[in-house]
C-alpha cells in the first residue's frame, strides 16, 4: 500500500516543495480529513491552556505542522491550473466540509473568548481611553500602564504583532464570532451555501469557455488573420484531430480574431459567443447564482450589523467607504469620458472610411477598425513587434529587471517537482546568494487550465522556532521559511515552426504578475498571514500595476527585445512607434474599468434584496460609464468572476486605485532613473517585504514620503 505524500511532514524534494509527481487524486480527501481533525486538536489545545491568555499563547501560536492549508494550496491551485473531472466533483464533495470547519474553528466556544481576552488588555475600555487623550492604536503601541480595572498590561507589541492582534480580533468579529446562536447558526447556513454556489458559478465559466470552438476550413474565412494566430490556431486543430483552423474563446485565440479577422460575421459570432457566457437557457446558466450571491452577501453584511455588503468589505481597505470609492470613479469619469467619446468617434470614422458614411460600428468591430486607426497613426500593431518578444527572451529581461532593481538571480531547477510538462521550477537567490524563495513558471493555456493569469503560492513566508528548536522562545534562533510562489499564464503557445512569439500586452500581463511574484518572494515577517500578499484588495495590485511601466521603456527593452531569426536589437524606430503610440484609446480603457467598478458598486450597496432582472440591472448599474450601446442578449455579471466567485466584490474599483498608487510610485523612479538600486531598495523595504504587517498607506507614505494624488495617472495617460 502507497503511502500519503501529504502525511510526510517535511517532504523530500529540494526546499520541501509539493512532491507532484507523487500526488494522486485519492490522495486530497484523506489528507484533508486528517489536516481538520490536527486543526480541531491544536485549537483545543489552546482552549485548555490553564495560563491566563496572552499574546504570545493565544495569538502568536501556529500549528507545528500545518496539514490542512498543504493539502488544500496544492489541490486548489491545481483546481485552476491543471484541473479535470474528478478534482472538479471532489472540489464539490469537500466545498461543505471545509466550510464547516471554518466555522467551527470561528465559532468555538472558549477560543474566541482568549482571543477577546487578549485584545481587551491591549485595549483598555474607552472611557479610560478618553481620560488620556490616547487613540487605541497609542495605548496599543505605547503598552498601556493599566487597563480600566487597575491590572498592569502585558509587554508592548511591536507593529507587526499590533497588527496581528487587530486581525485575529476583528477577523473574529467579521465572521460572526460575537453573535448570538442563533445568528452563528444562520451565518454558517449562509458560509456553505457561498461555498458551493462560488465554486458552481466558476465551474460553468470554465465549462462554457471551453465548450465553444469555431472550426474553420475555407481559407478565406481567416483573410486578415497573422501568421501567428493561423499557425496557432492550426496547431489546435490538429491537437483535436481535425482539418482547418480551430479558434477558441481563450484569450491568445479570441483577442487576434477579434482584432484581425476581415470576415465581420464571424467576429460578430466570436464576439456573442464570449458574451453570451452562461446567460444562454442551459445548465450552465448563472443569472439565478447571481442573485442567490448578491443576496446571501447582503445577508452576511446585515447580520453583522452593516448596511450593505460594500460596507462591510470597505472597512478594511485602504478607501474606507463607497463615498470614497464613488469619489475616484466620479474623478475618473470626469476626466476621462469626454476623451474617451472622441476615441470611440475617431474609430467610427476611420470605419466609414472604408464602409460607407450609413456603417454602423458594433463591439465586434471595436478592436478591428481600432487596429486600423493604430496602424494609420503609427504604423504599429502588435504582430509587428512579436518578433523581437520571444518568450525565453522575453524572461531574461524580467528576470534580468529584477537582477538589476534588486540584485536577485533565478536558477532554473530541474530536481523540482512540476505538476506540468510545460512547468519551470527556479530557485531565486538574494544578492548575497542565500535562497530567498521558489518560483513556478506556467505559461501556456491547456484545456484543465482557467483562463486569465495570475499569481499564487504553495507555501507562504514566516519567521519562527523549528519544529525541535531547544530555545523556541529565542527569536535569535528562528529560522526565516522561505515562500514558494507560482506565476500561472495563458500566452501564446509556440507552433511548429516558430518559438513562443509575445504581444506587448502579453509582456505587461508577465511583468504585472510578476511583480506579485516579487511581493511574495520578498516577504520578510514574522507570521504568515501577513506575509507577501497578504494585504488590503485596493494595495495589493501596487507592486504588480507598477512593473508594468517598464514595459515600454526604451532601457528596458534594449535589454532583451531581439528578432528571434536574426538577433537584431529592436529598432530605435519601432520603440519610438511604441511610445507614441502608448495612450492610444487609454480613455476608452479606464472608462471601461471605471464602468465595472460602477457595477461592482451598484450589486454590493444594495440596502434590499435584489430582486431585480439581471440584465436590466446591468444596464442601469454602468449607464453613466457607457459609451458603446447595448448589444441585447449579452450580459458580463454571469461571467464576472472577480466580483462573484472571487475575492473583488465591493472591490474591482481596486485596479484603479492601485493604479494611482503605482503611477505616483513609478513617478519617482522617472525622477532617480528605472534602474535605480537606491529607490527600488527603498521601495523592496518599505512595501514589498513588509506584506500586511502596517496599514498600507503607512507604508507607501514611508516610501513615497507624502500621499498619492492623481496627478501622475492623468500625466502620464496624457489626459493632463
Sequence with gaps: MRDNPFFTKHYKTPHETPPFHEIQLEDYEPAMLEGIRQDEAFIQKIVDNPEPPTFDNTIAVTSPDDLLERVTKVFYNLLSAETNDEMEALAQKMAPILTEHANNMLFKKGYFQRVKAVYDQYHPAEEESRKRGETVADAVEDGVSQTADGKSTPRPLTAEEQTLLEKSYEGFVRAGAALDEEHQARLREINNEMALLTLQFSQNNLKETNAYELHLTDEADIAGLPDSAREAAALAAREHGKEGWLFTLHAPSYGPFVTYADNRELRRQMYMAKNTICIQANEQNNEQIVHRIVNLRQERAKLLGYKTYADFVLKERMAESAANVYDLLDKLLDAYMEPARKELEEIQAKARQSEGDDFQLQPWDFSYYGHKLKMERYNIDAEMLRPYLELARVKEGVFGLATRLYGITFRENPDIPVYHPDVTAYEVLDEDGSFLAVLYCDFFPRKGKQAGAWMTSYKDQWIGPEDDSPTPNDPSTWKNSRPQVSLVMNFTKPTDTKPALLTLGEVETFLHEFGHALHGIFANTRFASLSGTNVYWDFVELPSQIMENWAVEPEFLNTFARHYETGEPIPQEL???????????????????????????????????????????????????????????????????????????????????????????????????????????????CILSRGGTEHPMTLYRRFRGQEPTIDALLKRNGIK
Design 575 to 685: 520603440i519610438d512607434r511604441i511610445q507614441q503610440s502608448r495612450n492610444f484609446n487609454v480613455a476608452y480603457a479606464c472608462i471601461r474599468q471605471v464602468s465595472f467598478g460602477l457595477l461592482d458598486m451598484a450589486f454590493y450597496t444594495l440596502e434590499q434584496p435584489f430582486e431585480a432582472d439581471l440584465q436590466e440591472f446591468e444596464q442601469q448599474a454602468w449607464k453613466r460609464a457607457m459609451i458603446f450601446h447595448h448589444i441585447p442578449g449579452t450580459c458580463m455579471t454571469v461571467q464576472f468572476g472577480h466580483i462573484m466567485s472571487g475575492g473583488y466584490a465591493a472591490g474591482y474599483y481596486s485596479y484603479k486605485w492601485a493604479e494611482v498608487l503605482d503611477a505616483d510610485a513609478f513617478s519617482v523612479f522617472k525622477q532617480a532613473g528605472i534602474f535605480d538600486r537606491a529607490t527600488a531598495q527603498r521601495f523592496r523595504d
